[in-house]
């Protein structure tokens, strides 16, 4: 379309005389050629004497295209005349910051002559009511777009059809051999039924049915001539006395049903000249035992068998130049066929590609191609399985995932290849360092911790803040995970390596020990450094003094820091919780007889009062002193537990929901939960104490959970 002649165009004239009464807008029509081409102009003005000399829009359209301009800013765009219900007249008149018109929000057109000229543009249009002329323009635009749809459509089947010729045959029976030993496929089942001291067993290897005796008698020529094996039992393993494999022993009851299962596989083809197609294939394995009515009406064996089948259900082809085309195999329910489209399934039926091991038949393929060099090869070998069509993706976008490969940071390429690319520092550098943003130096440390994105995240920000830390240092930072803001705040008053001794010697253990428990506890205490520093330092106080930067009791100080900060407001909310849910503190006697427990470690009873669950959420920094929780337990919805260490007793370390003798949530600070293996056991356990004591039993029934608690 041309604009530039298009806007040079004089608006149409609009006389006085056709303003009409109670209209809000009043619109004209003409007819141009442009490049030999007719097209229809439609102006509309506001039903106004002094607003008739330029139109707030001009609308342009030819029997292929359609514009909008509006000559105020001078905007050309390509919206409907109705773009998101609101006519593009009312949206001239948003954007120019006027005052909406009070009438009606359509246009009137300005004579006879200006209906006809649209009638007569639009001739193959029909519409019913005349006064909606709006509709003439709607049911163009739709047309146009149904055209362009329809030959997108054409083109991309076009395509299709194109990649599904030129894509080589599936090498099914490869894939099957390959899954049936390799993927632990291979195992075959014995159908059993035991009838006094004989057993009937199936094979599903060979299909066949023996009989044989697992208790032959004591008489000499029954132990000699009877076929003997051991007493078959459900998931026992035995061998077939017909074909002499192995299998797993299966009670013919319970073999109703077919046994299924299914692994998915990628395999990779050439494609073209130097293009690969990945393929995503789901491997079928399939259990049945026949059987027949016998003269009494009971199930008889009659045969097994195994059936394996691969069934394709993606492709992605990658094409040097091109962005990557995944298609997809589909079944249609009504006509009962399958088909390939280029789009994936909507909703909860969406095909979903997931890591999964790679056909070695898909290394050769992507030989002398462009992803010959993309290390996915040794990526598996480390690993096991992979998402291969994310892995070739974000290697198109990414070829430096063959550098880190070889260098044997997984850590790092896994990271990118699920889509996390945020850890890139440099996108265009060449080298490893820089491309991560580190010191060469500590490239070594990176490597022996295999890509590790803890240390990694410790060893950038080393390097972004200009400090030079050893690898035993970067090491225990890794450990407690902090923030570069907790880093710097904290490091403004001291070193690193005292940072490190002060949570060591609160949390009471060292780095590096390996041990779950160990490292939970260094991280907690680090929040709970981390957020006692920030509190002092915004009320004011001086961390550079010893005395601050190092409390006699953290738990104690960081307790004595929430309490300071917003003091005023923290009285209000506890008086106020205090009127509002006074249940609480009246049934705490109660409740504490059913829920408190203690060990060596741990103690665990139900809240005092509301002003207590409003504080243990002030000071592990979650949600639970909320109204909706305090509600809850006021009204005996659900009890708010507050888990503690022995060796601290008025210091929150955890807090749970407890509903009908059940925790629905737990957590600590920050929403996180501390030694979550460890604690999940233990508050699985008390559980198991509240249901005993629900039921009342005691002894040796409620002694089990109690002295494994201990």
């Not at 459509?153 to 194109?162: D, G, P, S």
């Not at 009989?211 to 459900?234: F, M, N, Q, S, T």
């Not at 407690?480 to 060591?504: C, E, F, G, Y």
Request: hydrophobic content about 35%.
């Amino acid at each position: 379309m041309r604009k530039k002649e298009i806007e040079a165009v004089p608006y149409i004239t609009v006389s006085i005389d056709a303003v009409k009464e109670g209209a809000g807008y009043v619109a004209a029509t003409a007819w141009k050629n442009f490049g030999n081409k007719r097209h229809i102009l439609l102006e509309v003005y506001r039903n106004d004497e002094t607003c008739l000399k330029t139109p707030l829009v001009r609308y342009v359209a030819n029997h292929k295209e359609w514009a909008v301009f509006y000559p105020a800013p001078g905007v050309w765009t390509k919206e409907s005349i109705d773009a998101g219900g609101d006519l593009v007249w009312r949206k001239a008149e948003i954007r120019q910051g006027l005052c909406l018109r009070a009438g009606s929000e359509e246009a009137v057109l300005r004579c006879r002559q200006d209906l006809d000229r649209i009638r007569n543009f639009f001739r193959k249009i029909t519409v019913w009511d005349d006064g909606a002329w709006q509709d003439y323009f709607k049911k163009h635009e739709d047309g146009i777009r149904h055209a362009a749809d329809r030959k997108k459509r054409t083109a991309r089947h076009r395509r299709l059809e194109e990649r599904i010729k030129a894509t080589p045959e599936l090498r099914e029976q490869e894939i099957l051999d390959w899954a049936g030993g390799k993927m632990n496929m291979s195992r075959h089942y014995l159908y059993y039924k035991v009838q006094g001291r004989k057993a009937d067993v199936c094979c599903s290897a060979c299909g066949g049915v023996a009989h044989a005796w697992w208790d032959p008698g004591e008489l000499y020529e029954d132990a000699v001539c009877k076929k003997r094996i051991p007493k078959p039992y459900e998931g026992g393993v035995g061998h077939c006395i017909l074909c002499g494999l192995f299998g797993i022993y299966r009670p013919q009851g319970k073999a109703k049903h077919l046994t299924e299962e299914k692994i998915s596989v990628f395999t990779a083809d050439k494609y073209k000249n130097d293009g690969v197609v990945l393929r995503y294939v789901d491997v079928f394995k399939t259990w049945g035992l026949q059987t027949v009515p016998d003269g009494r009406g009971q199930p008889e064996m009659l045969g097994a068998y195994e059936e394996m089948e691969a069934v394709e259900v993606a492709r992605t082809y990658f094409v040097p130049g091109k962005k990557p085309q995944t298609d997809y195999h589909k079944h249609n329910p009504y006509m009962g066929g399958s088909y390939w489209d280029d789009c994936n399934l909507y909703g909860l039926n969406n095909i979903v590609i997931r890591d999964s091991p790679v056909h070695p038949a898909a290394w050769e393929a992507l030989k002398g191609t462009f992803l010959q060099y993309s290390a996915m090869e040794e990526y598996v070998r480390e690993r096991g399985t992979v998402n291969a069509l994310e892995y070739l993706e974000r290697y198109t976008h990414w070829p430096q995932i063959e550098m880190l490969v070889r260098m044997k940071l997984y850590g790092v390429a896994s990271s990118m290849i699920s889509g996390r690319c945020g850890i890139i520092a440099g996108p265009a550098a060449a080298r490893p360092e820089d491309f991560l943003g580190i010191r060469k130096d500590q490239m070594k440390l990176l490597i022996e911790t295999k890509g590790d994105l803890e240390v990694l995240d410790i060893l950038q920000t080393e390097r972004r803040m200009g400090q030079r830390w050893t690898p035993g240092q970067v090491m225990a930072l890794a450990e407690i995970s902090p923030t570069r803001h907790q880093l710097d705040r904290a490091l403004a008053v001291m070193t690193v390596q005292k940072l490190l001794n002060n949570i060591s010697g609160y949390a009471g253990c060292g780095y590096g020990t390996g041990c779950r428990s160990a490292v939970e506890r260094l991280r907690n205490t680090a929040i709970t450094y981390f957020d006692y520093l920030d509190m002092r330092a915004d009320l004011g106080y001086d961390l550079a003094n010893t005395v601050y930067q190092k409390p006699r009791n953290l738990p104690g100080a960081h307790h004595e820091m929430v309490m300071e900060m917003n003091r005023e407001e923290m009285d209000a909310r506890l008086k106020d919780v205090a009127q509002r849910y006074p249940n609480i503190r009246k049934r705490y006697r109660k409740l504490k007889n059913r829920y408190f427990y203690a060990d060596e470690n741990f103690l665990i009873r139900p809240a005092v009062s509301a002003e207590e669950i409003v504080m243990e959420g002030r000071v592990l920094h979650h949600c639970v002193g909320r109204d909706i929780y305090l509600r809850k337990h006021d009204e005996g919805e659900s009890i708010i537990l507050l888990l503690r260490r022995q060796t601290e007793p008025g210091i929150p370390y955890i807090t749970a929901e407890v509903r009908n003798g059940h925790i629905v949530q737990w957590y600590g600070a920050y929403d996180r939960k501390p030694d979550e293996r460890n604690m999940q056991e233990w508050l699985g356990r008390y559980t198991t104490i509240l249901e005993c004591r629900r039921k009342g039993l005691a002894g040796q029934q409620e002694a089990a959970p109690l002295a494994a608690l201990a």
